[in-house]
Every structure is written in structure tokens, then in C-alpha cells.
């Protein structure tokens, strides 16, 4: 029996547009056992859902998502780029995120600060996720792993993953340098002899970025502990074929 866990990509971006309450309802509609999603700061520090640095991409704004407030950033339209039928989903805050997901199993609250380095954002993330009850069931991950190490460093009993994309050498005994308890492997630099140490030594391994039926096979039967994926309710549909 495997027992890996699915979980939305910002919600489940393939249905519905990416890291809004829309796409975090679907992946609750589509069996999904909890999301993933990316958290910046607002002008005014609030903690808000968006993965891009730039507004651009996916609302009906321009500029660095940090020049505006959060209730100018709540204001934008974050849906019409996916499709009209969700015209006037908003950017939402991290909280009204939370308010949603709070009774999913596992909630992978990324921190997007490689490229800005937000000023107290580890606090404010940690904050919220007591505030509404769900702290012990969030891995923090990030790419920038220094902010990895300032959460455990805040908060000991934090769990977090490390982000990365490329091959790294050994990768549970750099994670568990970090303190981390998962390592958060782009798909193609997952392989089964690197998950099968990790377990060994007590890492688990989430692998992000798998779409393609094929792709989440092959996951699915090295056992990753976690697929984070832009369609979980077509990973649940294979996971559940190979179960029985």
C-alpha cells in the first residue's frame, strides 16, 4: 500500500488560478490531503499569497507585489488571467488563505524570499499558523535556506523542507544540517536511491513539479512521501489505481 501524500500546487492551479481561494477550494474538492502555496509581504508587511515578485503575471496590476499595501494587493483582480470564469478572485491574504485550508492534513507554506529578503517574515508565518490552529500539521519551505534556518532557529519545533532544483550530494545529511525534517526535490532531481537513503535516515521527500501521468507514476512508486502537483485529483485518481 502506498501511502504518499497529494498536495495541490498553490491550491489546484491546473482548475482554477494559481494561490487563490478558488484554486485552494478545489483542491479541497479534488481529494487533495493539503496545498502548497507561496507567501510575500505586503507594502505594509502583511502576509500575503502570491508567488511571482512581480504582479504582472497573474493580475490585473504591474510592479513589485511588495509597492503596494494589502488592501490595494486585495483589491486586484487575480482570476481573469486563468479564464473569465473566475473574474474578480482576488489576491488573498495569507490568513483568509488559512481560513480555508485549516482542516486539510498538511499545509506547505512557502516562503518566497530568495530574491527579496522580507524583513520578519519568518515570525509573521509562524504567528499565523498558531493563530489559526494549524502549526503542527505546516511544513515551512523555502529556496532560500538561510530563512529555513531562521525559522528553526525561531521556532524548534517548526518543521520545514528544503526547496531546490538540481541534484544535490547527499541531500538528507545537507537537510538535516539545516535541521530540516524533508527535502523538497524538483521531480527530475528525485530518483529512487536518494529517497530510499533519505527514509533510511529519517528524511522524508516531497517531490514538487510533477504534472505528466507518467511522471507521478514513477513517483508514486518510489514512494516519495509527498507529490505536490498542479492536478491532484488526477494524482489521487492514479494513486488510488495502483493501490488496488
Known amino acids: 500500500m502506498i501511502k504518499t501524500k497529494i498536495l495541490g500546487h498553490r491550491g489546484a ?3 482554477a488560478p494559481e494561490n487563490t481561494l478558488p484554486s485552494f477550494r478545489k483542491a479541497i ?3 487533495a490531503d493539503g496545498v502548497e502555496f507561496d507567501v510575500q509581504l505586503s507594502a505594509d508587511g502583511l502576509p500575503v499569497v502570491i508567488h511571482d515578485e512581480a504582479l504582472d503575471r497573474t493580475t490585473n496590476a504591474e510592479g513589485p507585489v511588495n509597492a503596494l499595501t494589502a488592501r490595494e494587493l486585495r483589491e486586484l483582480d487575480a482570476g481573469s488571467f486563468f479564464s473569465s470564469e473566475f473574474n ?3 489576491l488573498p491574504l495569507l490568513k483568509e488563505v488559512l481560513e480555508v485550508i485549516q482542516d486539510m492534513d498538511i499545509i506547505n507554506l512557502e516562503l518566497k524570499n530568495g530574491n527579496i529578503r522580507y524583513e520578519g517574515m519568518e515570525e509573521k508565518v509562524i504567528g499565523l499558523t498558531r493563530e489559526y490552529g494549524v502549526f503542527d500539521k505546516t511544513i515551512f519551505s523555502s529556496f532560500n535556506h538561510y530563512s529555513i534556518k531562521k525559522i528553526k532557529e ?5 518543521r520545514t523542507g528544503v526547496l531546490y532544483m538540481a541534484g544535490i550530494y547527499r541531500p538528507w545529511e ?7 525534517e524533508a527535502i523538497h526535490p524538483f521531480y527530475a532531481a528525485t530518483v529512487p536511491e536518494i529517497v530510499e537513503e533519505c527514509h ?3 528524511m522524508a521527500v516531497n517531490a514538487f513539479g510533477a504534472n505528466d501521468d507518467s511522471v507521478i507514476r514513477q513517483l508514486l512508486m518510489m514512494n516519495v512521501d509527498a507529490i505536490i502537483t498542479d492536478y491532484p485529483a488526477r494524482a489521487r485518481e492514479i494513486l488510488d489505481e495502483i493501490n488496488n
Do not use: F, R, T, V
Not at 154 to 158: D, F, K, T
Not at 174 to 180: D, P, R, S
Open 200 to 202: 533510511k535516515h529519517d
Open 174 to 180: 545537507y537537510a538535516k544540517k539545516l535541521g530540516a
Open 154 to 158: 525561531i521556532e524548534p519545533a517548526a
Open 29 to 31: 474538492e479534488e481529494s
Open 88 to 90: 474578480g478572485a482576488n
Open 13 to 15: 492551479m491546473g482548475s
